[in-house]
């Protein structure tokens, strides 16, 4: 299981920086979407999750069913912290992967 701090940890070996947006873009996988995806370990099991979801549960805390994350700069492949929000899914696929 991750904890918070080791999760923090990956999450930083697989961004960029963007000094000008001071977004934290992904470099590790990338889904269809063009949203990042990791893989986490956490009370659910070992799952493949949105990059920014699991920043927002690194740096926040867990998210319940049917809610969601998303990033309020625009920046598909922003993982930091503070440009994420949670918020419910109200789509009939809020299970896929964003």
Do not use: K
């Amino acid at each position: 299981m991750h904890s918070s701090l080791r999760l923090r940890g990956l999450i930083r070996l697989q961004v960029q920086i963007n000094p000008d947006t001071s977004c934290w873009e992904w470099q590790g996988q990338i889904a269809n979407s063009g949203h990042g995806r990791m893989m986490i370990s956490d009370a659910q099991g070992r799952r493949t999750v949105s990059a920014a979801q699991a920043s927002f549960i690194a740096h926040h805390e867990e998210l319940p069913p049917g809610v969601r994350v998303r990033q309020t700069c625009g920046n598909r492949l922003c993982v930091n912290p503070d440009h994420l929000q949670a918020e419910y899914d109200q789509s009939p696929q809020a299970e896929v992967l964003q």
